[in-house]
C-alpha cells in the first residue's frame, strides 16, 4: 500500500512512518520543515528513513496547490494520513489568519486532490481542543463542539467540517483523529513536558499557569500510533475518534513525576491563567475501542520515565 504522510518529519508523523515501514508500506513523507521549531529536529527525525527503499521525502507546502497537484499526478496513493499543520493554542492567538490558512486552507487543498485523483482514504489529525471549556467529562465525539477558545481549536474544527463534506458529496472515508496531548521521544521542544523537562534539568524556572490546576489526559506516542494504524485498517465513510489514554493528571503532578525520573526539584513560578487554556481534557475511548480496537497501554508514570530516558540520551 502507498500511503501519503503529511508533516511526516514532525513528531508523530515521523513515528508514524517508522512504523508504516517496518509493516511493508510504501511511504512518502511531505513536509515544509517550517520554522515553528528547529526544522534540524525535524530532519534527525527522519534521518534514518532517508536510504529506505520503500520512503520518499518531498519538501513543500500544503498551501501550494499546484505543487501538490504535481505530485498526486505523479505518484498514486491509497490513502493520505495528514497530520501537517500549525500546532498549538497560544501561538494560534497571536498568528490567527496563519493558523487559517494551513490548518484550514492546507486540509481543503488535500482533500480536493483527493477527489481530483481519486484517492478515497483520508485520515486526518484533529485535537481535544475543539471541546472548548466543556464541563461534560470525559468528552465524547458525540459532544457538541461549537463553543472553540482559540483560532486553533476552531481551525480543527473547519477541518473535520470538510472532510464531513468531501465524505458526503464524493464518497471520499474520511476519518478524524481527536488526539489528546500526546508525548514521548521526538515531542516538539514547545510542549509541555519537554519543555519542564529541559527546565528543570537546566535548574531553570517552571512557568506554572493557573496554579497547576489544570489537568490533562496525556497519550504516549505508541499508543496514538496504535490508534492511527487502527483507523487506517477501518476507514470506511465518515468517522469520528478521541484517541486519549482516558486518564487525567493535574500539572502539579505531572512535574512531580518529572521530577522523580530526573532526580532533581523544579522551581516553580506561578503564573496567570493563559487566554485559549483548558481546565481540563479527558477522552472518552469507549468508541474507538468498540470501532477500530485502540487500546492504549502506557501509564502516565511509565511513559514519563521514557521520555526522560530519551531526553537524557539526547542531552
Sequence with gaps: MNVLVTGGAGFIGSHLIEALLKKGYRVDCFDNFNNYYDPTIKRSNIESFLHHSAFMLYEGDILDFTLLQELFSQRSYHMIVHLAARAGVRPSIQQPFLYQKVNVEGTLNLLECCRRFDVDKFICASSSSVYGANKKVPFSEDDFVDNPISPYAATKKAA??????????????????????????RQRPDMAIHKFTKLIDEGKPIPVYGMGKSKRDYTYIDDIIQGIEASMAHCNGYRLYNLGESKTIDLLSLIKLIEKALGKNAILDYQPHQPGDVPITYADISKAQKEINYNPQTLIKDGIEKFVNWYKSRR
Design 160 to 185: 473535520e467540517l470538510l472532510c464531513y463534506t468531501y465524505t458526503h458529496l464524493y464518497q471520499i472515508s474520511t476519518t478524524n483523529l481527536r488526539f489528546f496531548t500526546v508525548y514521548g521521544p
